[in-house]
Structures are given as structure tokens and as C-alpha cells.
């Protein structure tokens, strides 16, 4: 079974702008397929740092001296390339979202195509699962989750549902979830209904778009004048915070103006907003949703 097919591939990794004797970071080791394209343009003084807080990923390391797997979340990616001795680098790549494996294992519980615990987390020492956000979260934070990160317009109904569901029996299963929910899941829309519904739930779960935030905010220190970020995201929530702090390098307000009236910025967007091309879509139809964006440290 194929662990993760590459997004994107080579626009990603020729959006870095490799320096063969430069240091990088793949904050998504995944597959490692992304890491092997960048190894693959080093010199024998390049390194690669990467990034997976998956188990699973840890039995795709690359036995290269150049590579280093680091197995913790992004999030904490300064204070672990420090551990290193790294304090600046040359690229980041993100490949943002679930990987290909996660999906397709059915006990992960990320994939509606299965039946399974209602689990979803990236990390199994992670504390919160997706059942414990579906059988103990109150009636308002489930309709907050359902509303910002489904952006369903149902999200009150939906999680009035959930709440008077558990009061008879736990929702245990994906097949429980769906069974409860099954009001809400037209014939001709279910599989994007109840993407929306696991998407929130996901989201909350792994914390994920905290977690790219504070990952975001830390790359202004790490990269060197003219570093490069490579940023691949897969819905709007996420390409939207993205999008933000190329723009302005914060996610909220606007960027304060310097003595002759000038933003004050850290990045600059290089190129257009790449998107997968039909062909690479038909290979892999996961990649239908991508955007990729890069920018370019002041």
C-alpha cells in the first residue's frame, strides 16, 4: 500500500529554491517523499531536518547522514532544531492535513469509508480523541466546532442531535456517528456532508490550525534572508491562515507602517497560488483540493 503519494512534488520542492549546501525542514515527513525530492538536490554538506508526530511515519526514516527525524509536532519546531544546534535554516516545506496512510488505515478513524472507533488522532500520545469530543463536549462547543471548522450551516441542530443521542447510549463507532447523524446526510450529498462533520471533528482533535499558526509565526525567526516557505494546504481554513501571514505575516489586523508609510512585512509572496495540474489529479484525486503557496524571507 502506497503510505502517501507526494502533492505536488516537484512545484513544491522547486519552490524552495534549493541551496545544495543549505538547511531545510519537511514539517510533514509522512511518506518521506517529499524529503527524499529535497535530499535528492543536496550536497553532502546539506541537511534536511523533518518533522512527523505519527508513529507510523517513523518506519519510513531515510538512512541518509544528511536527514534527521524528529519525531514530535511542528509546533515545536524551534526548540527541537535547537536541540540540534540550528537556529536558522534555508526552506520549509508543509504539506498541511491527513496523510494518504491515515485515511486508509480503518482503526485511525479519520476515513467515513470505514467502520472503526471514533478515534482520529495524529498521535496516539495524544489525550482528546474524536470520542471524546463527540460524547463530552457541551452543546456550545460542539456547534462552534461544526460552524468554524465544517462551516456547516446546521451546525446547532447537528450538535443538539449528538447531545440528545449520548444522553441514551455512547457514540462509540463511525457507524454510531453516522446512524445518529443519518437525518443530515441527504442521499445525493452524504460523502460531503459527512466530510464537513469529520473535518471539524479533526480539526479539534489535533488542534490543527493552532498548530499551524504557531508553527507559522516561528518560521519569521528560523528562515534566513531570502529562506523560503513551501506551504501546501488543503482547505480554505487552512490556505487562508497561510495566505494571511504571506500577506502580512500576522493572521489578524494589519501590518504596522514603517516612517514613510510602508508595510512592515517579513515575507514576500513568490509566484501565483499553484494548484495541481488534471494530470496529477487523475493519478491522485486527494490532490484535487491542493494549493500550494511560496514566499520568500525580507
Not at 148 to 177: H, P, Q, S, W
Not at 248 to 261: L, V
Request: charged share 30%; net charge neutral; proline share 3%.
Amino acid at each position: 500500500m502506497e503510505y502517501h503519494n507526494p502533492v505536488l512534488l516537484k512545484e513544491s520542492i522547486d519552490g524552495l529554491n534549493i541551496n545544495p549546501d543549505g538547511v531545510y525542514v519537511d514539517v510533514t515527513f509522512g511518506g518521506g517523499g517529499h524529503a527524499k525530492e529535497i535530499l535528492s538536490r543536496l550536497s553532502e554538506k546539506g541537511k534536511l531536518f523533518a518533522f512527523d508526530q505519527d508513529e507510523d511515519a517513523l518506519k519510513n526514516a531515510i538512512d541518509d547522514e544528511r536527514f534527521t527525524l524528529i519525531h514530535e509536532n511542528f509546533r515545536y519546531i524551534k526548540r527541537f532544531l535547537r536541540f540540534y544546534g540550528i537556529k536558522k535554516v534555508d526552506g520549509i516545506l508543509g504539506d498541511f492535513g491527513v496523510s494518504s496512510h491515515q485515511f486508509d488505515v480503518p482503526d485511525r478513524g479519520f476515513s467515513i469509508r470505514f467502520d472503526g472507533d471514533l478515534d482520529m488522532r495524529m498521535s496516539t500520545k495524544m489525550k482528546t480523541s474524536a470520542y471524546d469530543v463527540v460524547n463530552f463536549y457541551k452543546e456550545e462547543e460542539l456547534r462552534k466546532i461544526f460552524s468554524v471548522y465544517g462551516e456547516l450551516t446546521n451546525a446547532k441542530a447537528i450538535a443538539a442531535t449528538l447531545i440528545e443521542a449520548r444522553e441514551e447510549t455512547a457514540i462509540k463507532t463511525i457507524k454510531d456517528l453516522k446512524q445518529v447523524l443519518g437525518k443530515f446526510l441527504p442521499q445525493h450529498a452524504e460523502h460531503k456532508v459527512l466530510a464537513k462533520i469529520f473535518q471539524a471533528i479533526r480539526i479539534e482533535v489535533n488542534e490543527e490550525l493552532l498548530v499551524i499558526e504557531e508553527f507559522l509565526l516561528q518560521t519569521t525567526d528560523l528562515l534566513d534572508k531570502d529562506g523560503r516557505i513551501s506551504l501546501i494546504s488543503y482547505h480554505s481554513l487552512e490556505d487562508r491562515l497561510v495566505k494571511r501571514f504571506i500577506r502580512n505575516g500576522m493572521f489578524e489586523g494589519e501590518p504596522e507602517k514603517d516612517f514613510y508609510g510602508n508595510f512592515s512585512v517579513p515575507f514576500k509572496k513568490v509566484g501565483k497560488l499553484v494548484i495541481p495540474s488534471p494530470e496529477e489529479i487523475k493519478i491522485n484525486s486527494r490532490s484535487r483540493s491542493a494549493k500550494l503557496r511560496i514566499a520568500k524571507r525580507l
